[in-house]
Each structure stands twice: as C-alpha cells, then as structure tokens.
C-alpha cells in the first residue's frame, strides 16, 4: 500500500511528476518553429512593397479610367456604384450608359475631346495622297482614250504610283533616243506631274540578252541608264520641270518583271518605269 504524498519515480530515478514539462518544452519549441517557418515565408522586401502600394494608390487616384471619364476607385467612395460598371443604379446596363463614360462623338467624326491638330507635315502628306489618287486616275484614263493598254500600264505599289511604259513605245530596238511618237504620253505626264510636289524616279530595265556588238552601249547596264537619262533630259529640257524633282537609274537586267525564258517575258523586262514616289520633296 502507497503511502499518502509519495511521489513515483521512474526506473532512472526522475520524478515521474514532472513528466508534462517535457511534452510543454517540446510543444514550445515546435511553436517557434512554426512561427520562424510563417515569418520566413512571409517576409516580403518593405522597400518594394511601398512602391507598389504607392503606384497602385496613385493609379486609383487619378480618375482616369480605362473607358477615360471615370472617377477613381478611391475617389469618392460613398458606397456608390462608378458610372462605368456594367450595371447602374436605375438597372441600366453598362451598354446603356456607356455615355457616361465615353467621351460623344463630335460632327466631325472625333471625339468630345480637343483632338491634336494634324502637323504640318502630315497635312501635306495627306494632300499628296490626294493628288497621287488624282494622278493615277487621270493616267488610267488617258490609256484607255488613247488604246495604249499595250504599252503604258499604271499600279499603286507601296512605293508610289508607278507608270511602267514599254521599250517599243518609247525607243528602236538598240537605243536609247526617244522615238516622236512617244512625247504626246511623255508630255501629258510632265504637266501632271507639275504641281505633284513629289520626287519622281525614273529606272531603266532589260532583258538578259546581252547588247548587239554594233551597239553604241557597252552593256544592258549603259543601255538601261541611257534610256532612262533620255526620259529625264525631256522632262527638263522640253518641258522645263525642275531637276530637283527627279532621280534616275539603269538596273539592266537585275529587275525583271517577267520570266526572261520567253520572248513575251523578255518584252515585258524591256521597260522604263517612272514612279512618283510616296516622299515629300525636301525643301
């Protein structure tokens, strides 16, 4: 029998009464633990997350929404919805009250708000559009009143509007003098050309076929430029255009237009191609 206020021990001589202090010892230190684990992973760069909590209020701040016109989130929080949610305070949706929020229309096609005036240089872009639409159109019928489809052929290309005219409308086979019958066409596009403000390039263009050896040209590079330079020299001497508008050059047989396999293809590649170039000309 146990005697009253006895205490066990244990086997190793410890007092079995305080055994709990070992459990609390090691639930503590499993708490510290824990506690060191959440603060590491939670530990964030202070420095940083200051910018970022100040852009975000800055952006909030500015009233400037996405659709523009819309308070800020932190403007005028009253418990009220912002003009730009999808659903109103009358039940309205958000395609409904979109005026709102998006600036109207104006008569003229803009926005309510000033838009910026157009530079100087973008208004004479636009005017050269203009014109080179112009021109286009004027060339195009004037190919088909005179029935020169076969010869003179007109395209928009991204580098300008370019008229494209054949070596046997312009030049015997073999040379580089204008023939007569050509100055009526060549005429009618130097008074168009006139007033385009652009710069106009002329390039000369031929087969593979190498030069004939009674030929006056070394070569289709020689041959190529002379035609070219012909075409100029009437722009400036017989029509008084001036020489600050133009740029010329021979590029023999480097570009064709056609397969030089056949003689179609050939004839094709045998051409001077005047192309109103889509640059302003610089004053």
Known sequence: MRQRGRRDRLP???DSSNRWMITYADLITLLLIFFVILYAMSSLDQEK???????LQRSFQTGNGVLGGGNGLLDGGKGEKNEGSL???DGQSGADSQSAVIPSATPDGGSGQAAASPSPRELAFRQQEAKLAELMNV???YVQTNHLGGQIFVADK???IAITLSDRFLFDVGKADL????????????GLFRGIGAMVSIEGHTDNRPVLPSSRYVDNWELSGARALSVLRFF??????KPSQFQYAGYADTRPAADNATESGRQKNRRVEIIVLRQLQEE
């Open 139 to 141: 060339i195009t019928e």
């Open 12 to 14: 190793d001589g410890r």
């Open 158 to 160: 991204p580098q300008g």
């Open 179 to 190: 023939k007569p019958a050509a100055y009526p066409a060549l005429h009618q596009l130097s």
């Open 236 to 241: 400036l001497e017989k029509e008084g255009l």
């Open 49 to 55: 997350y200051s910018g970022v909590i100040s852009s």
């Open 87 to 89: 659903e109103n305070r």
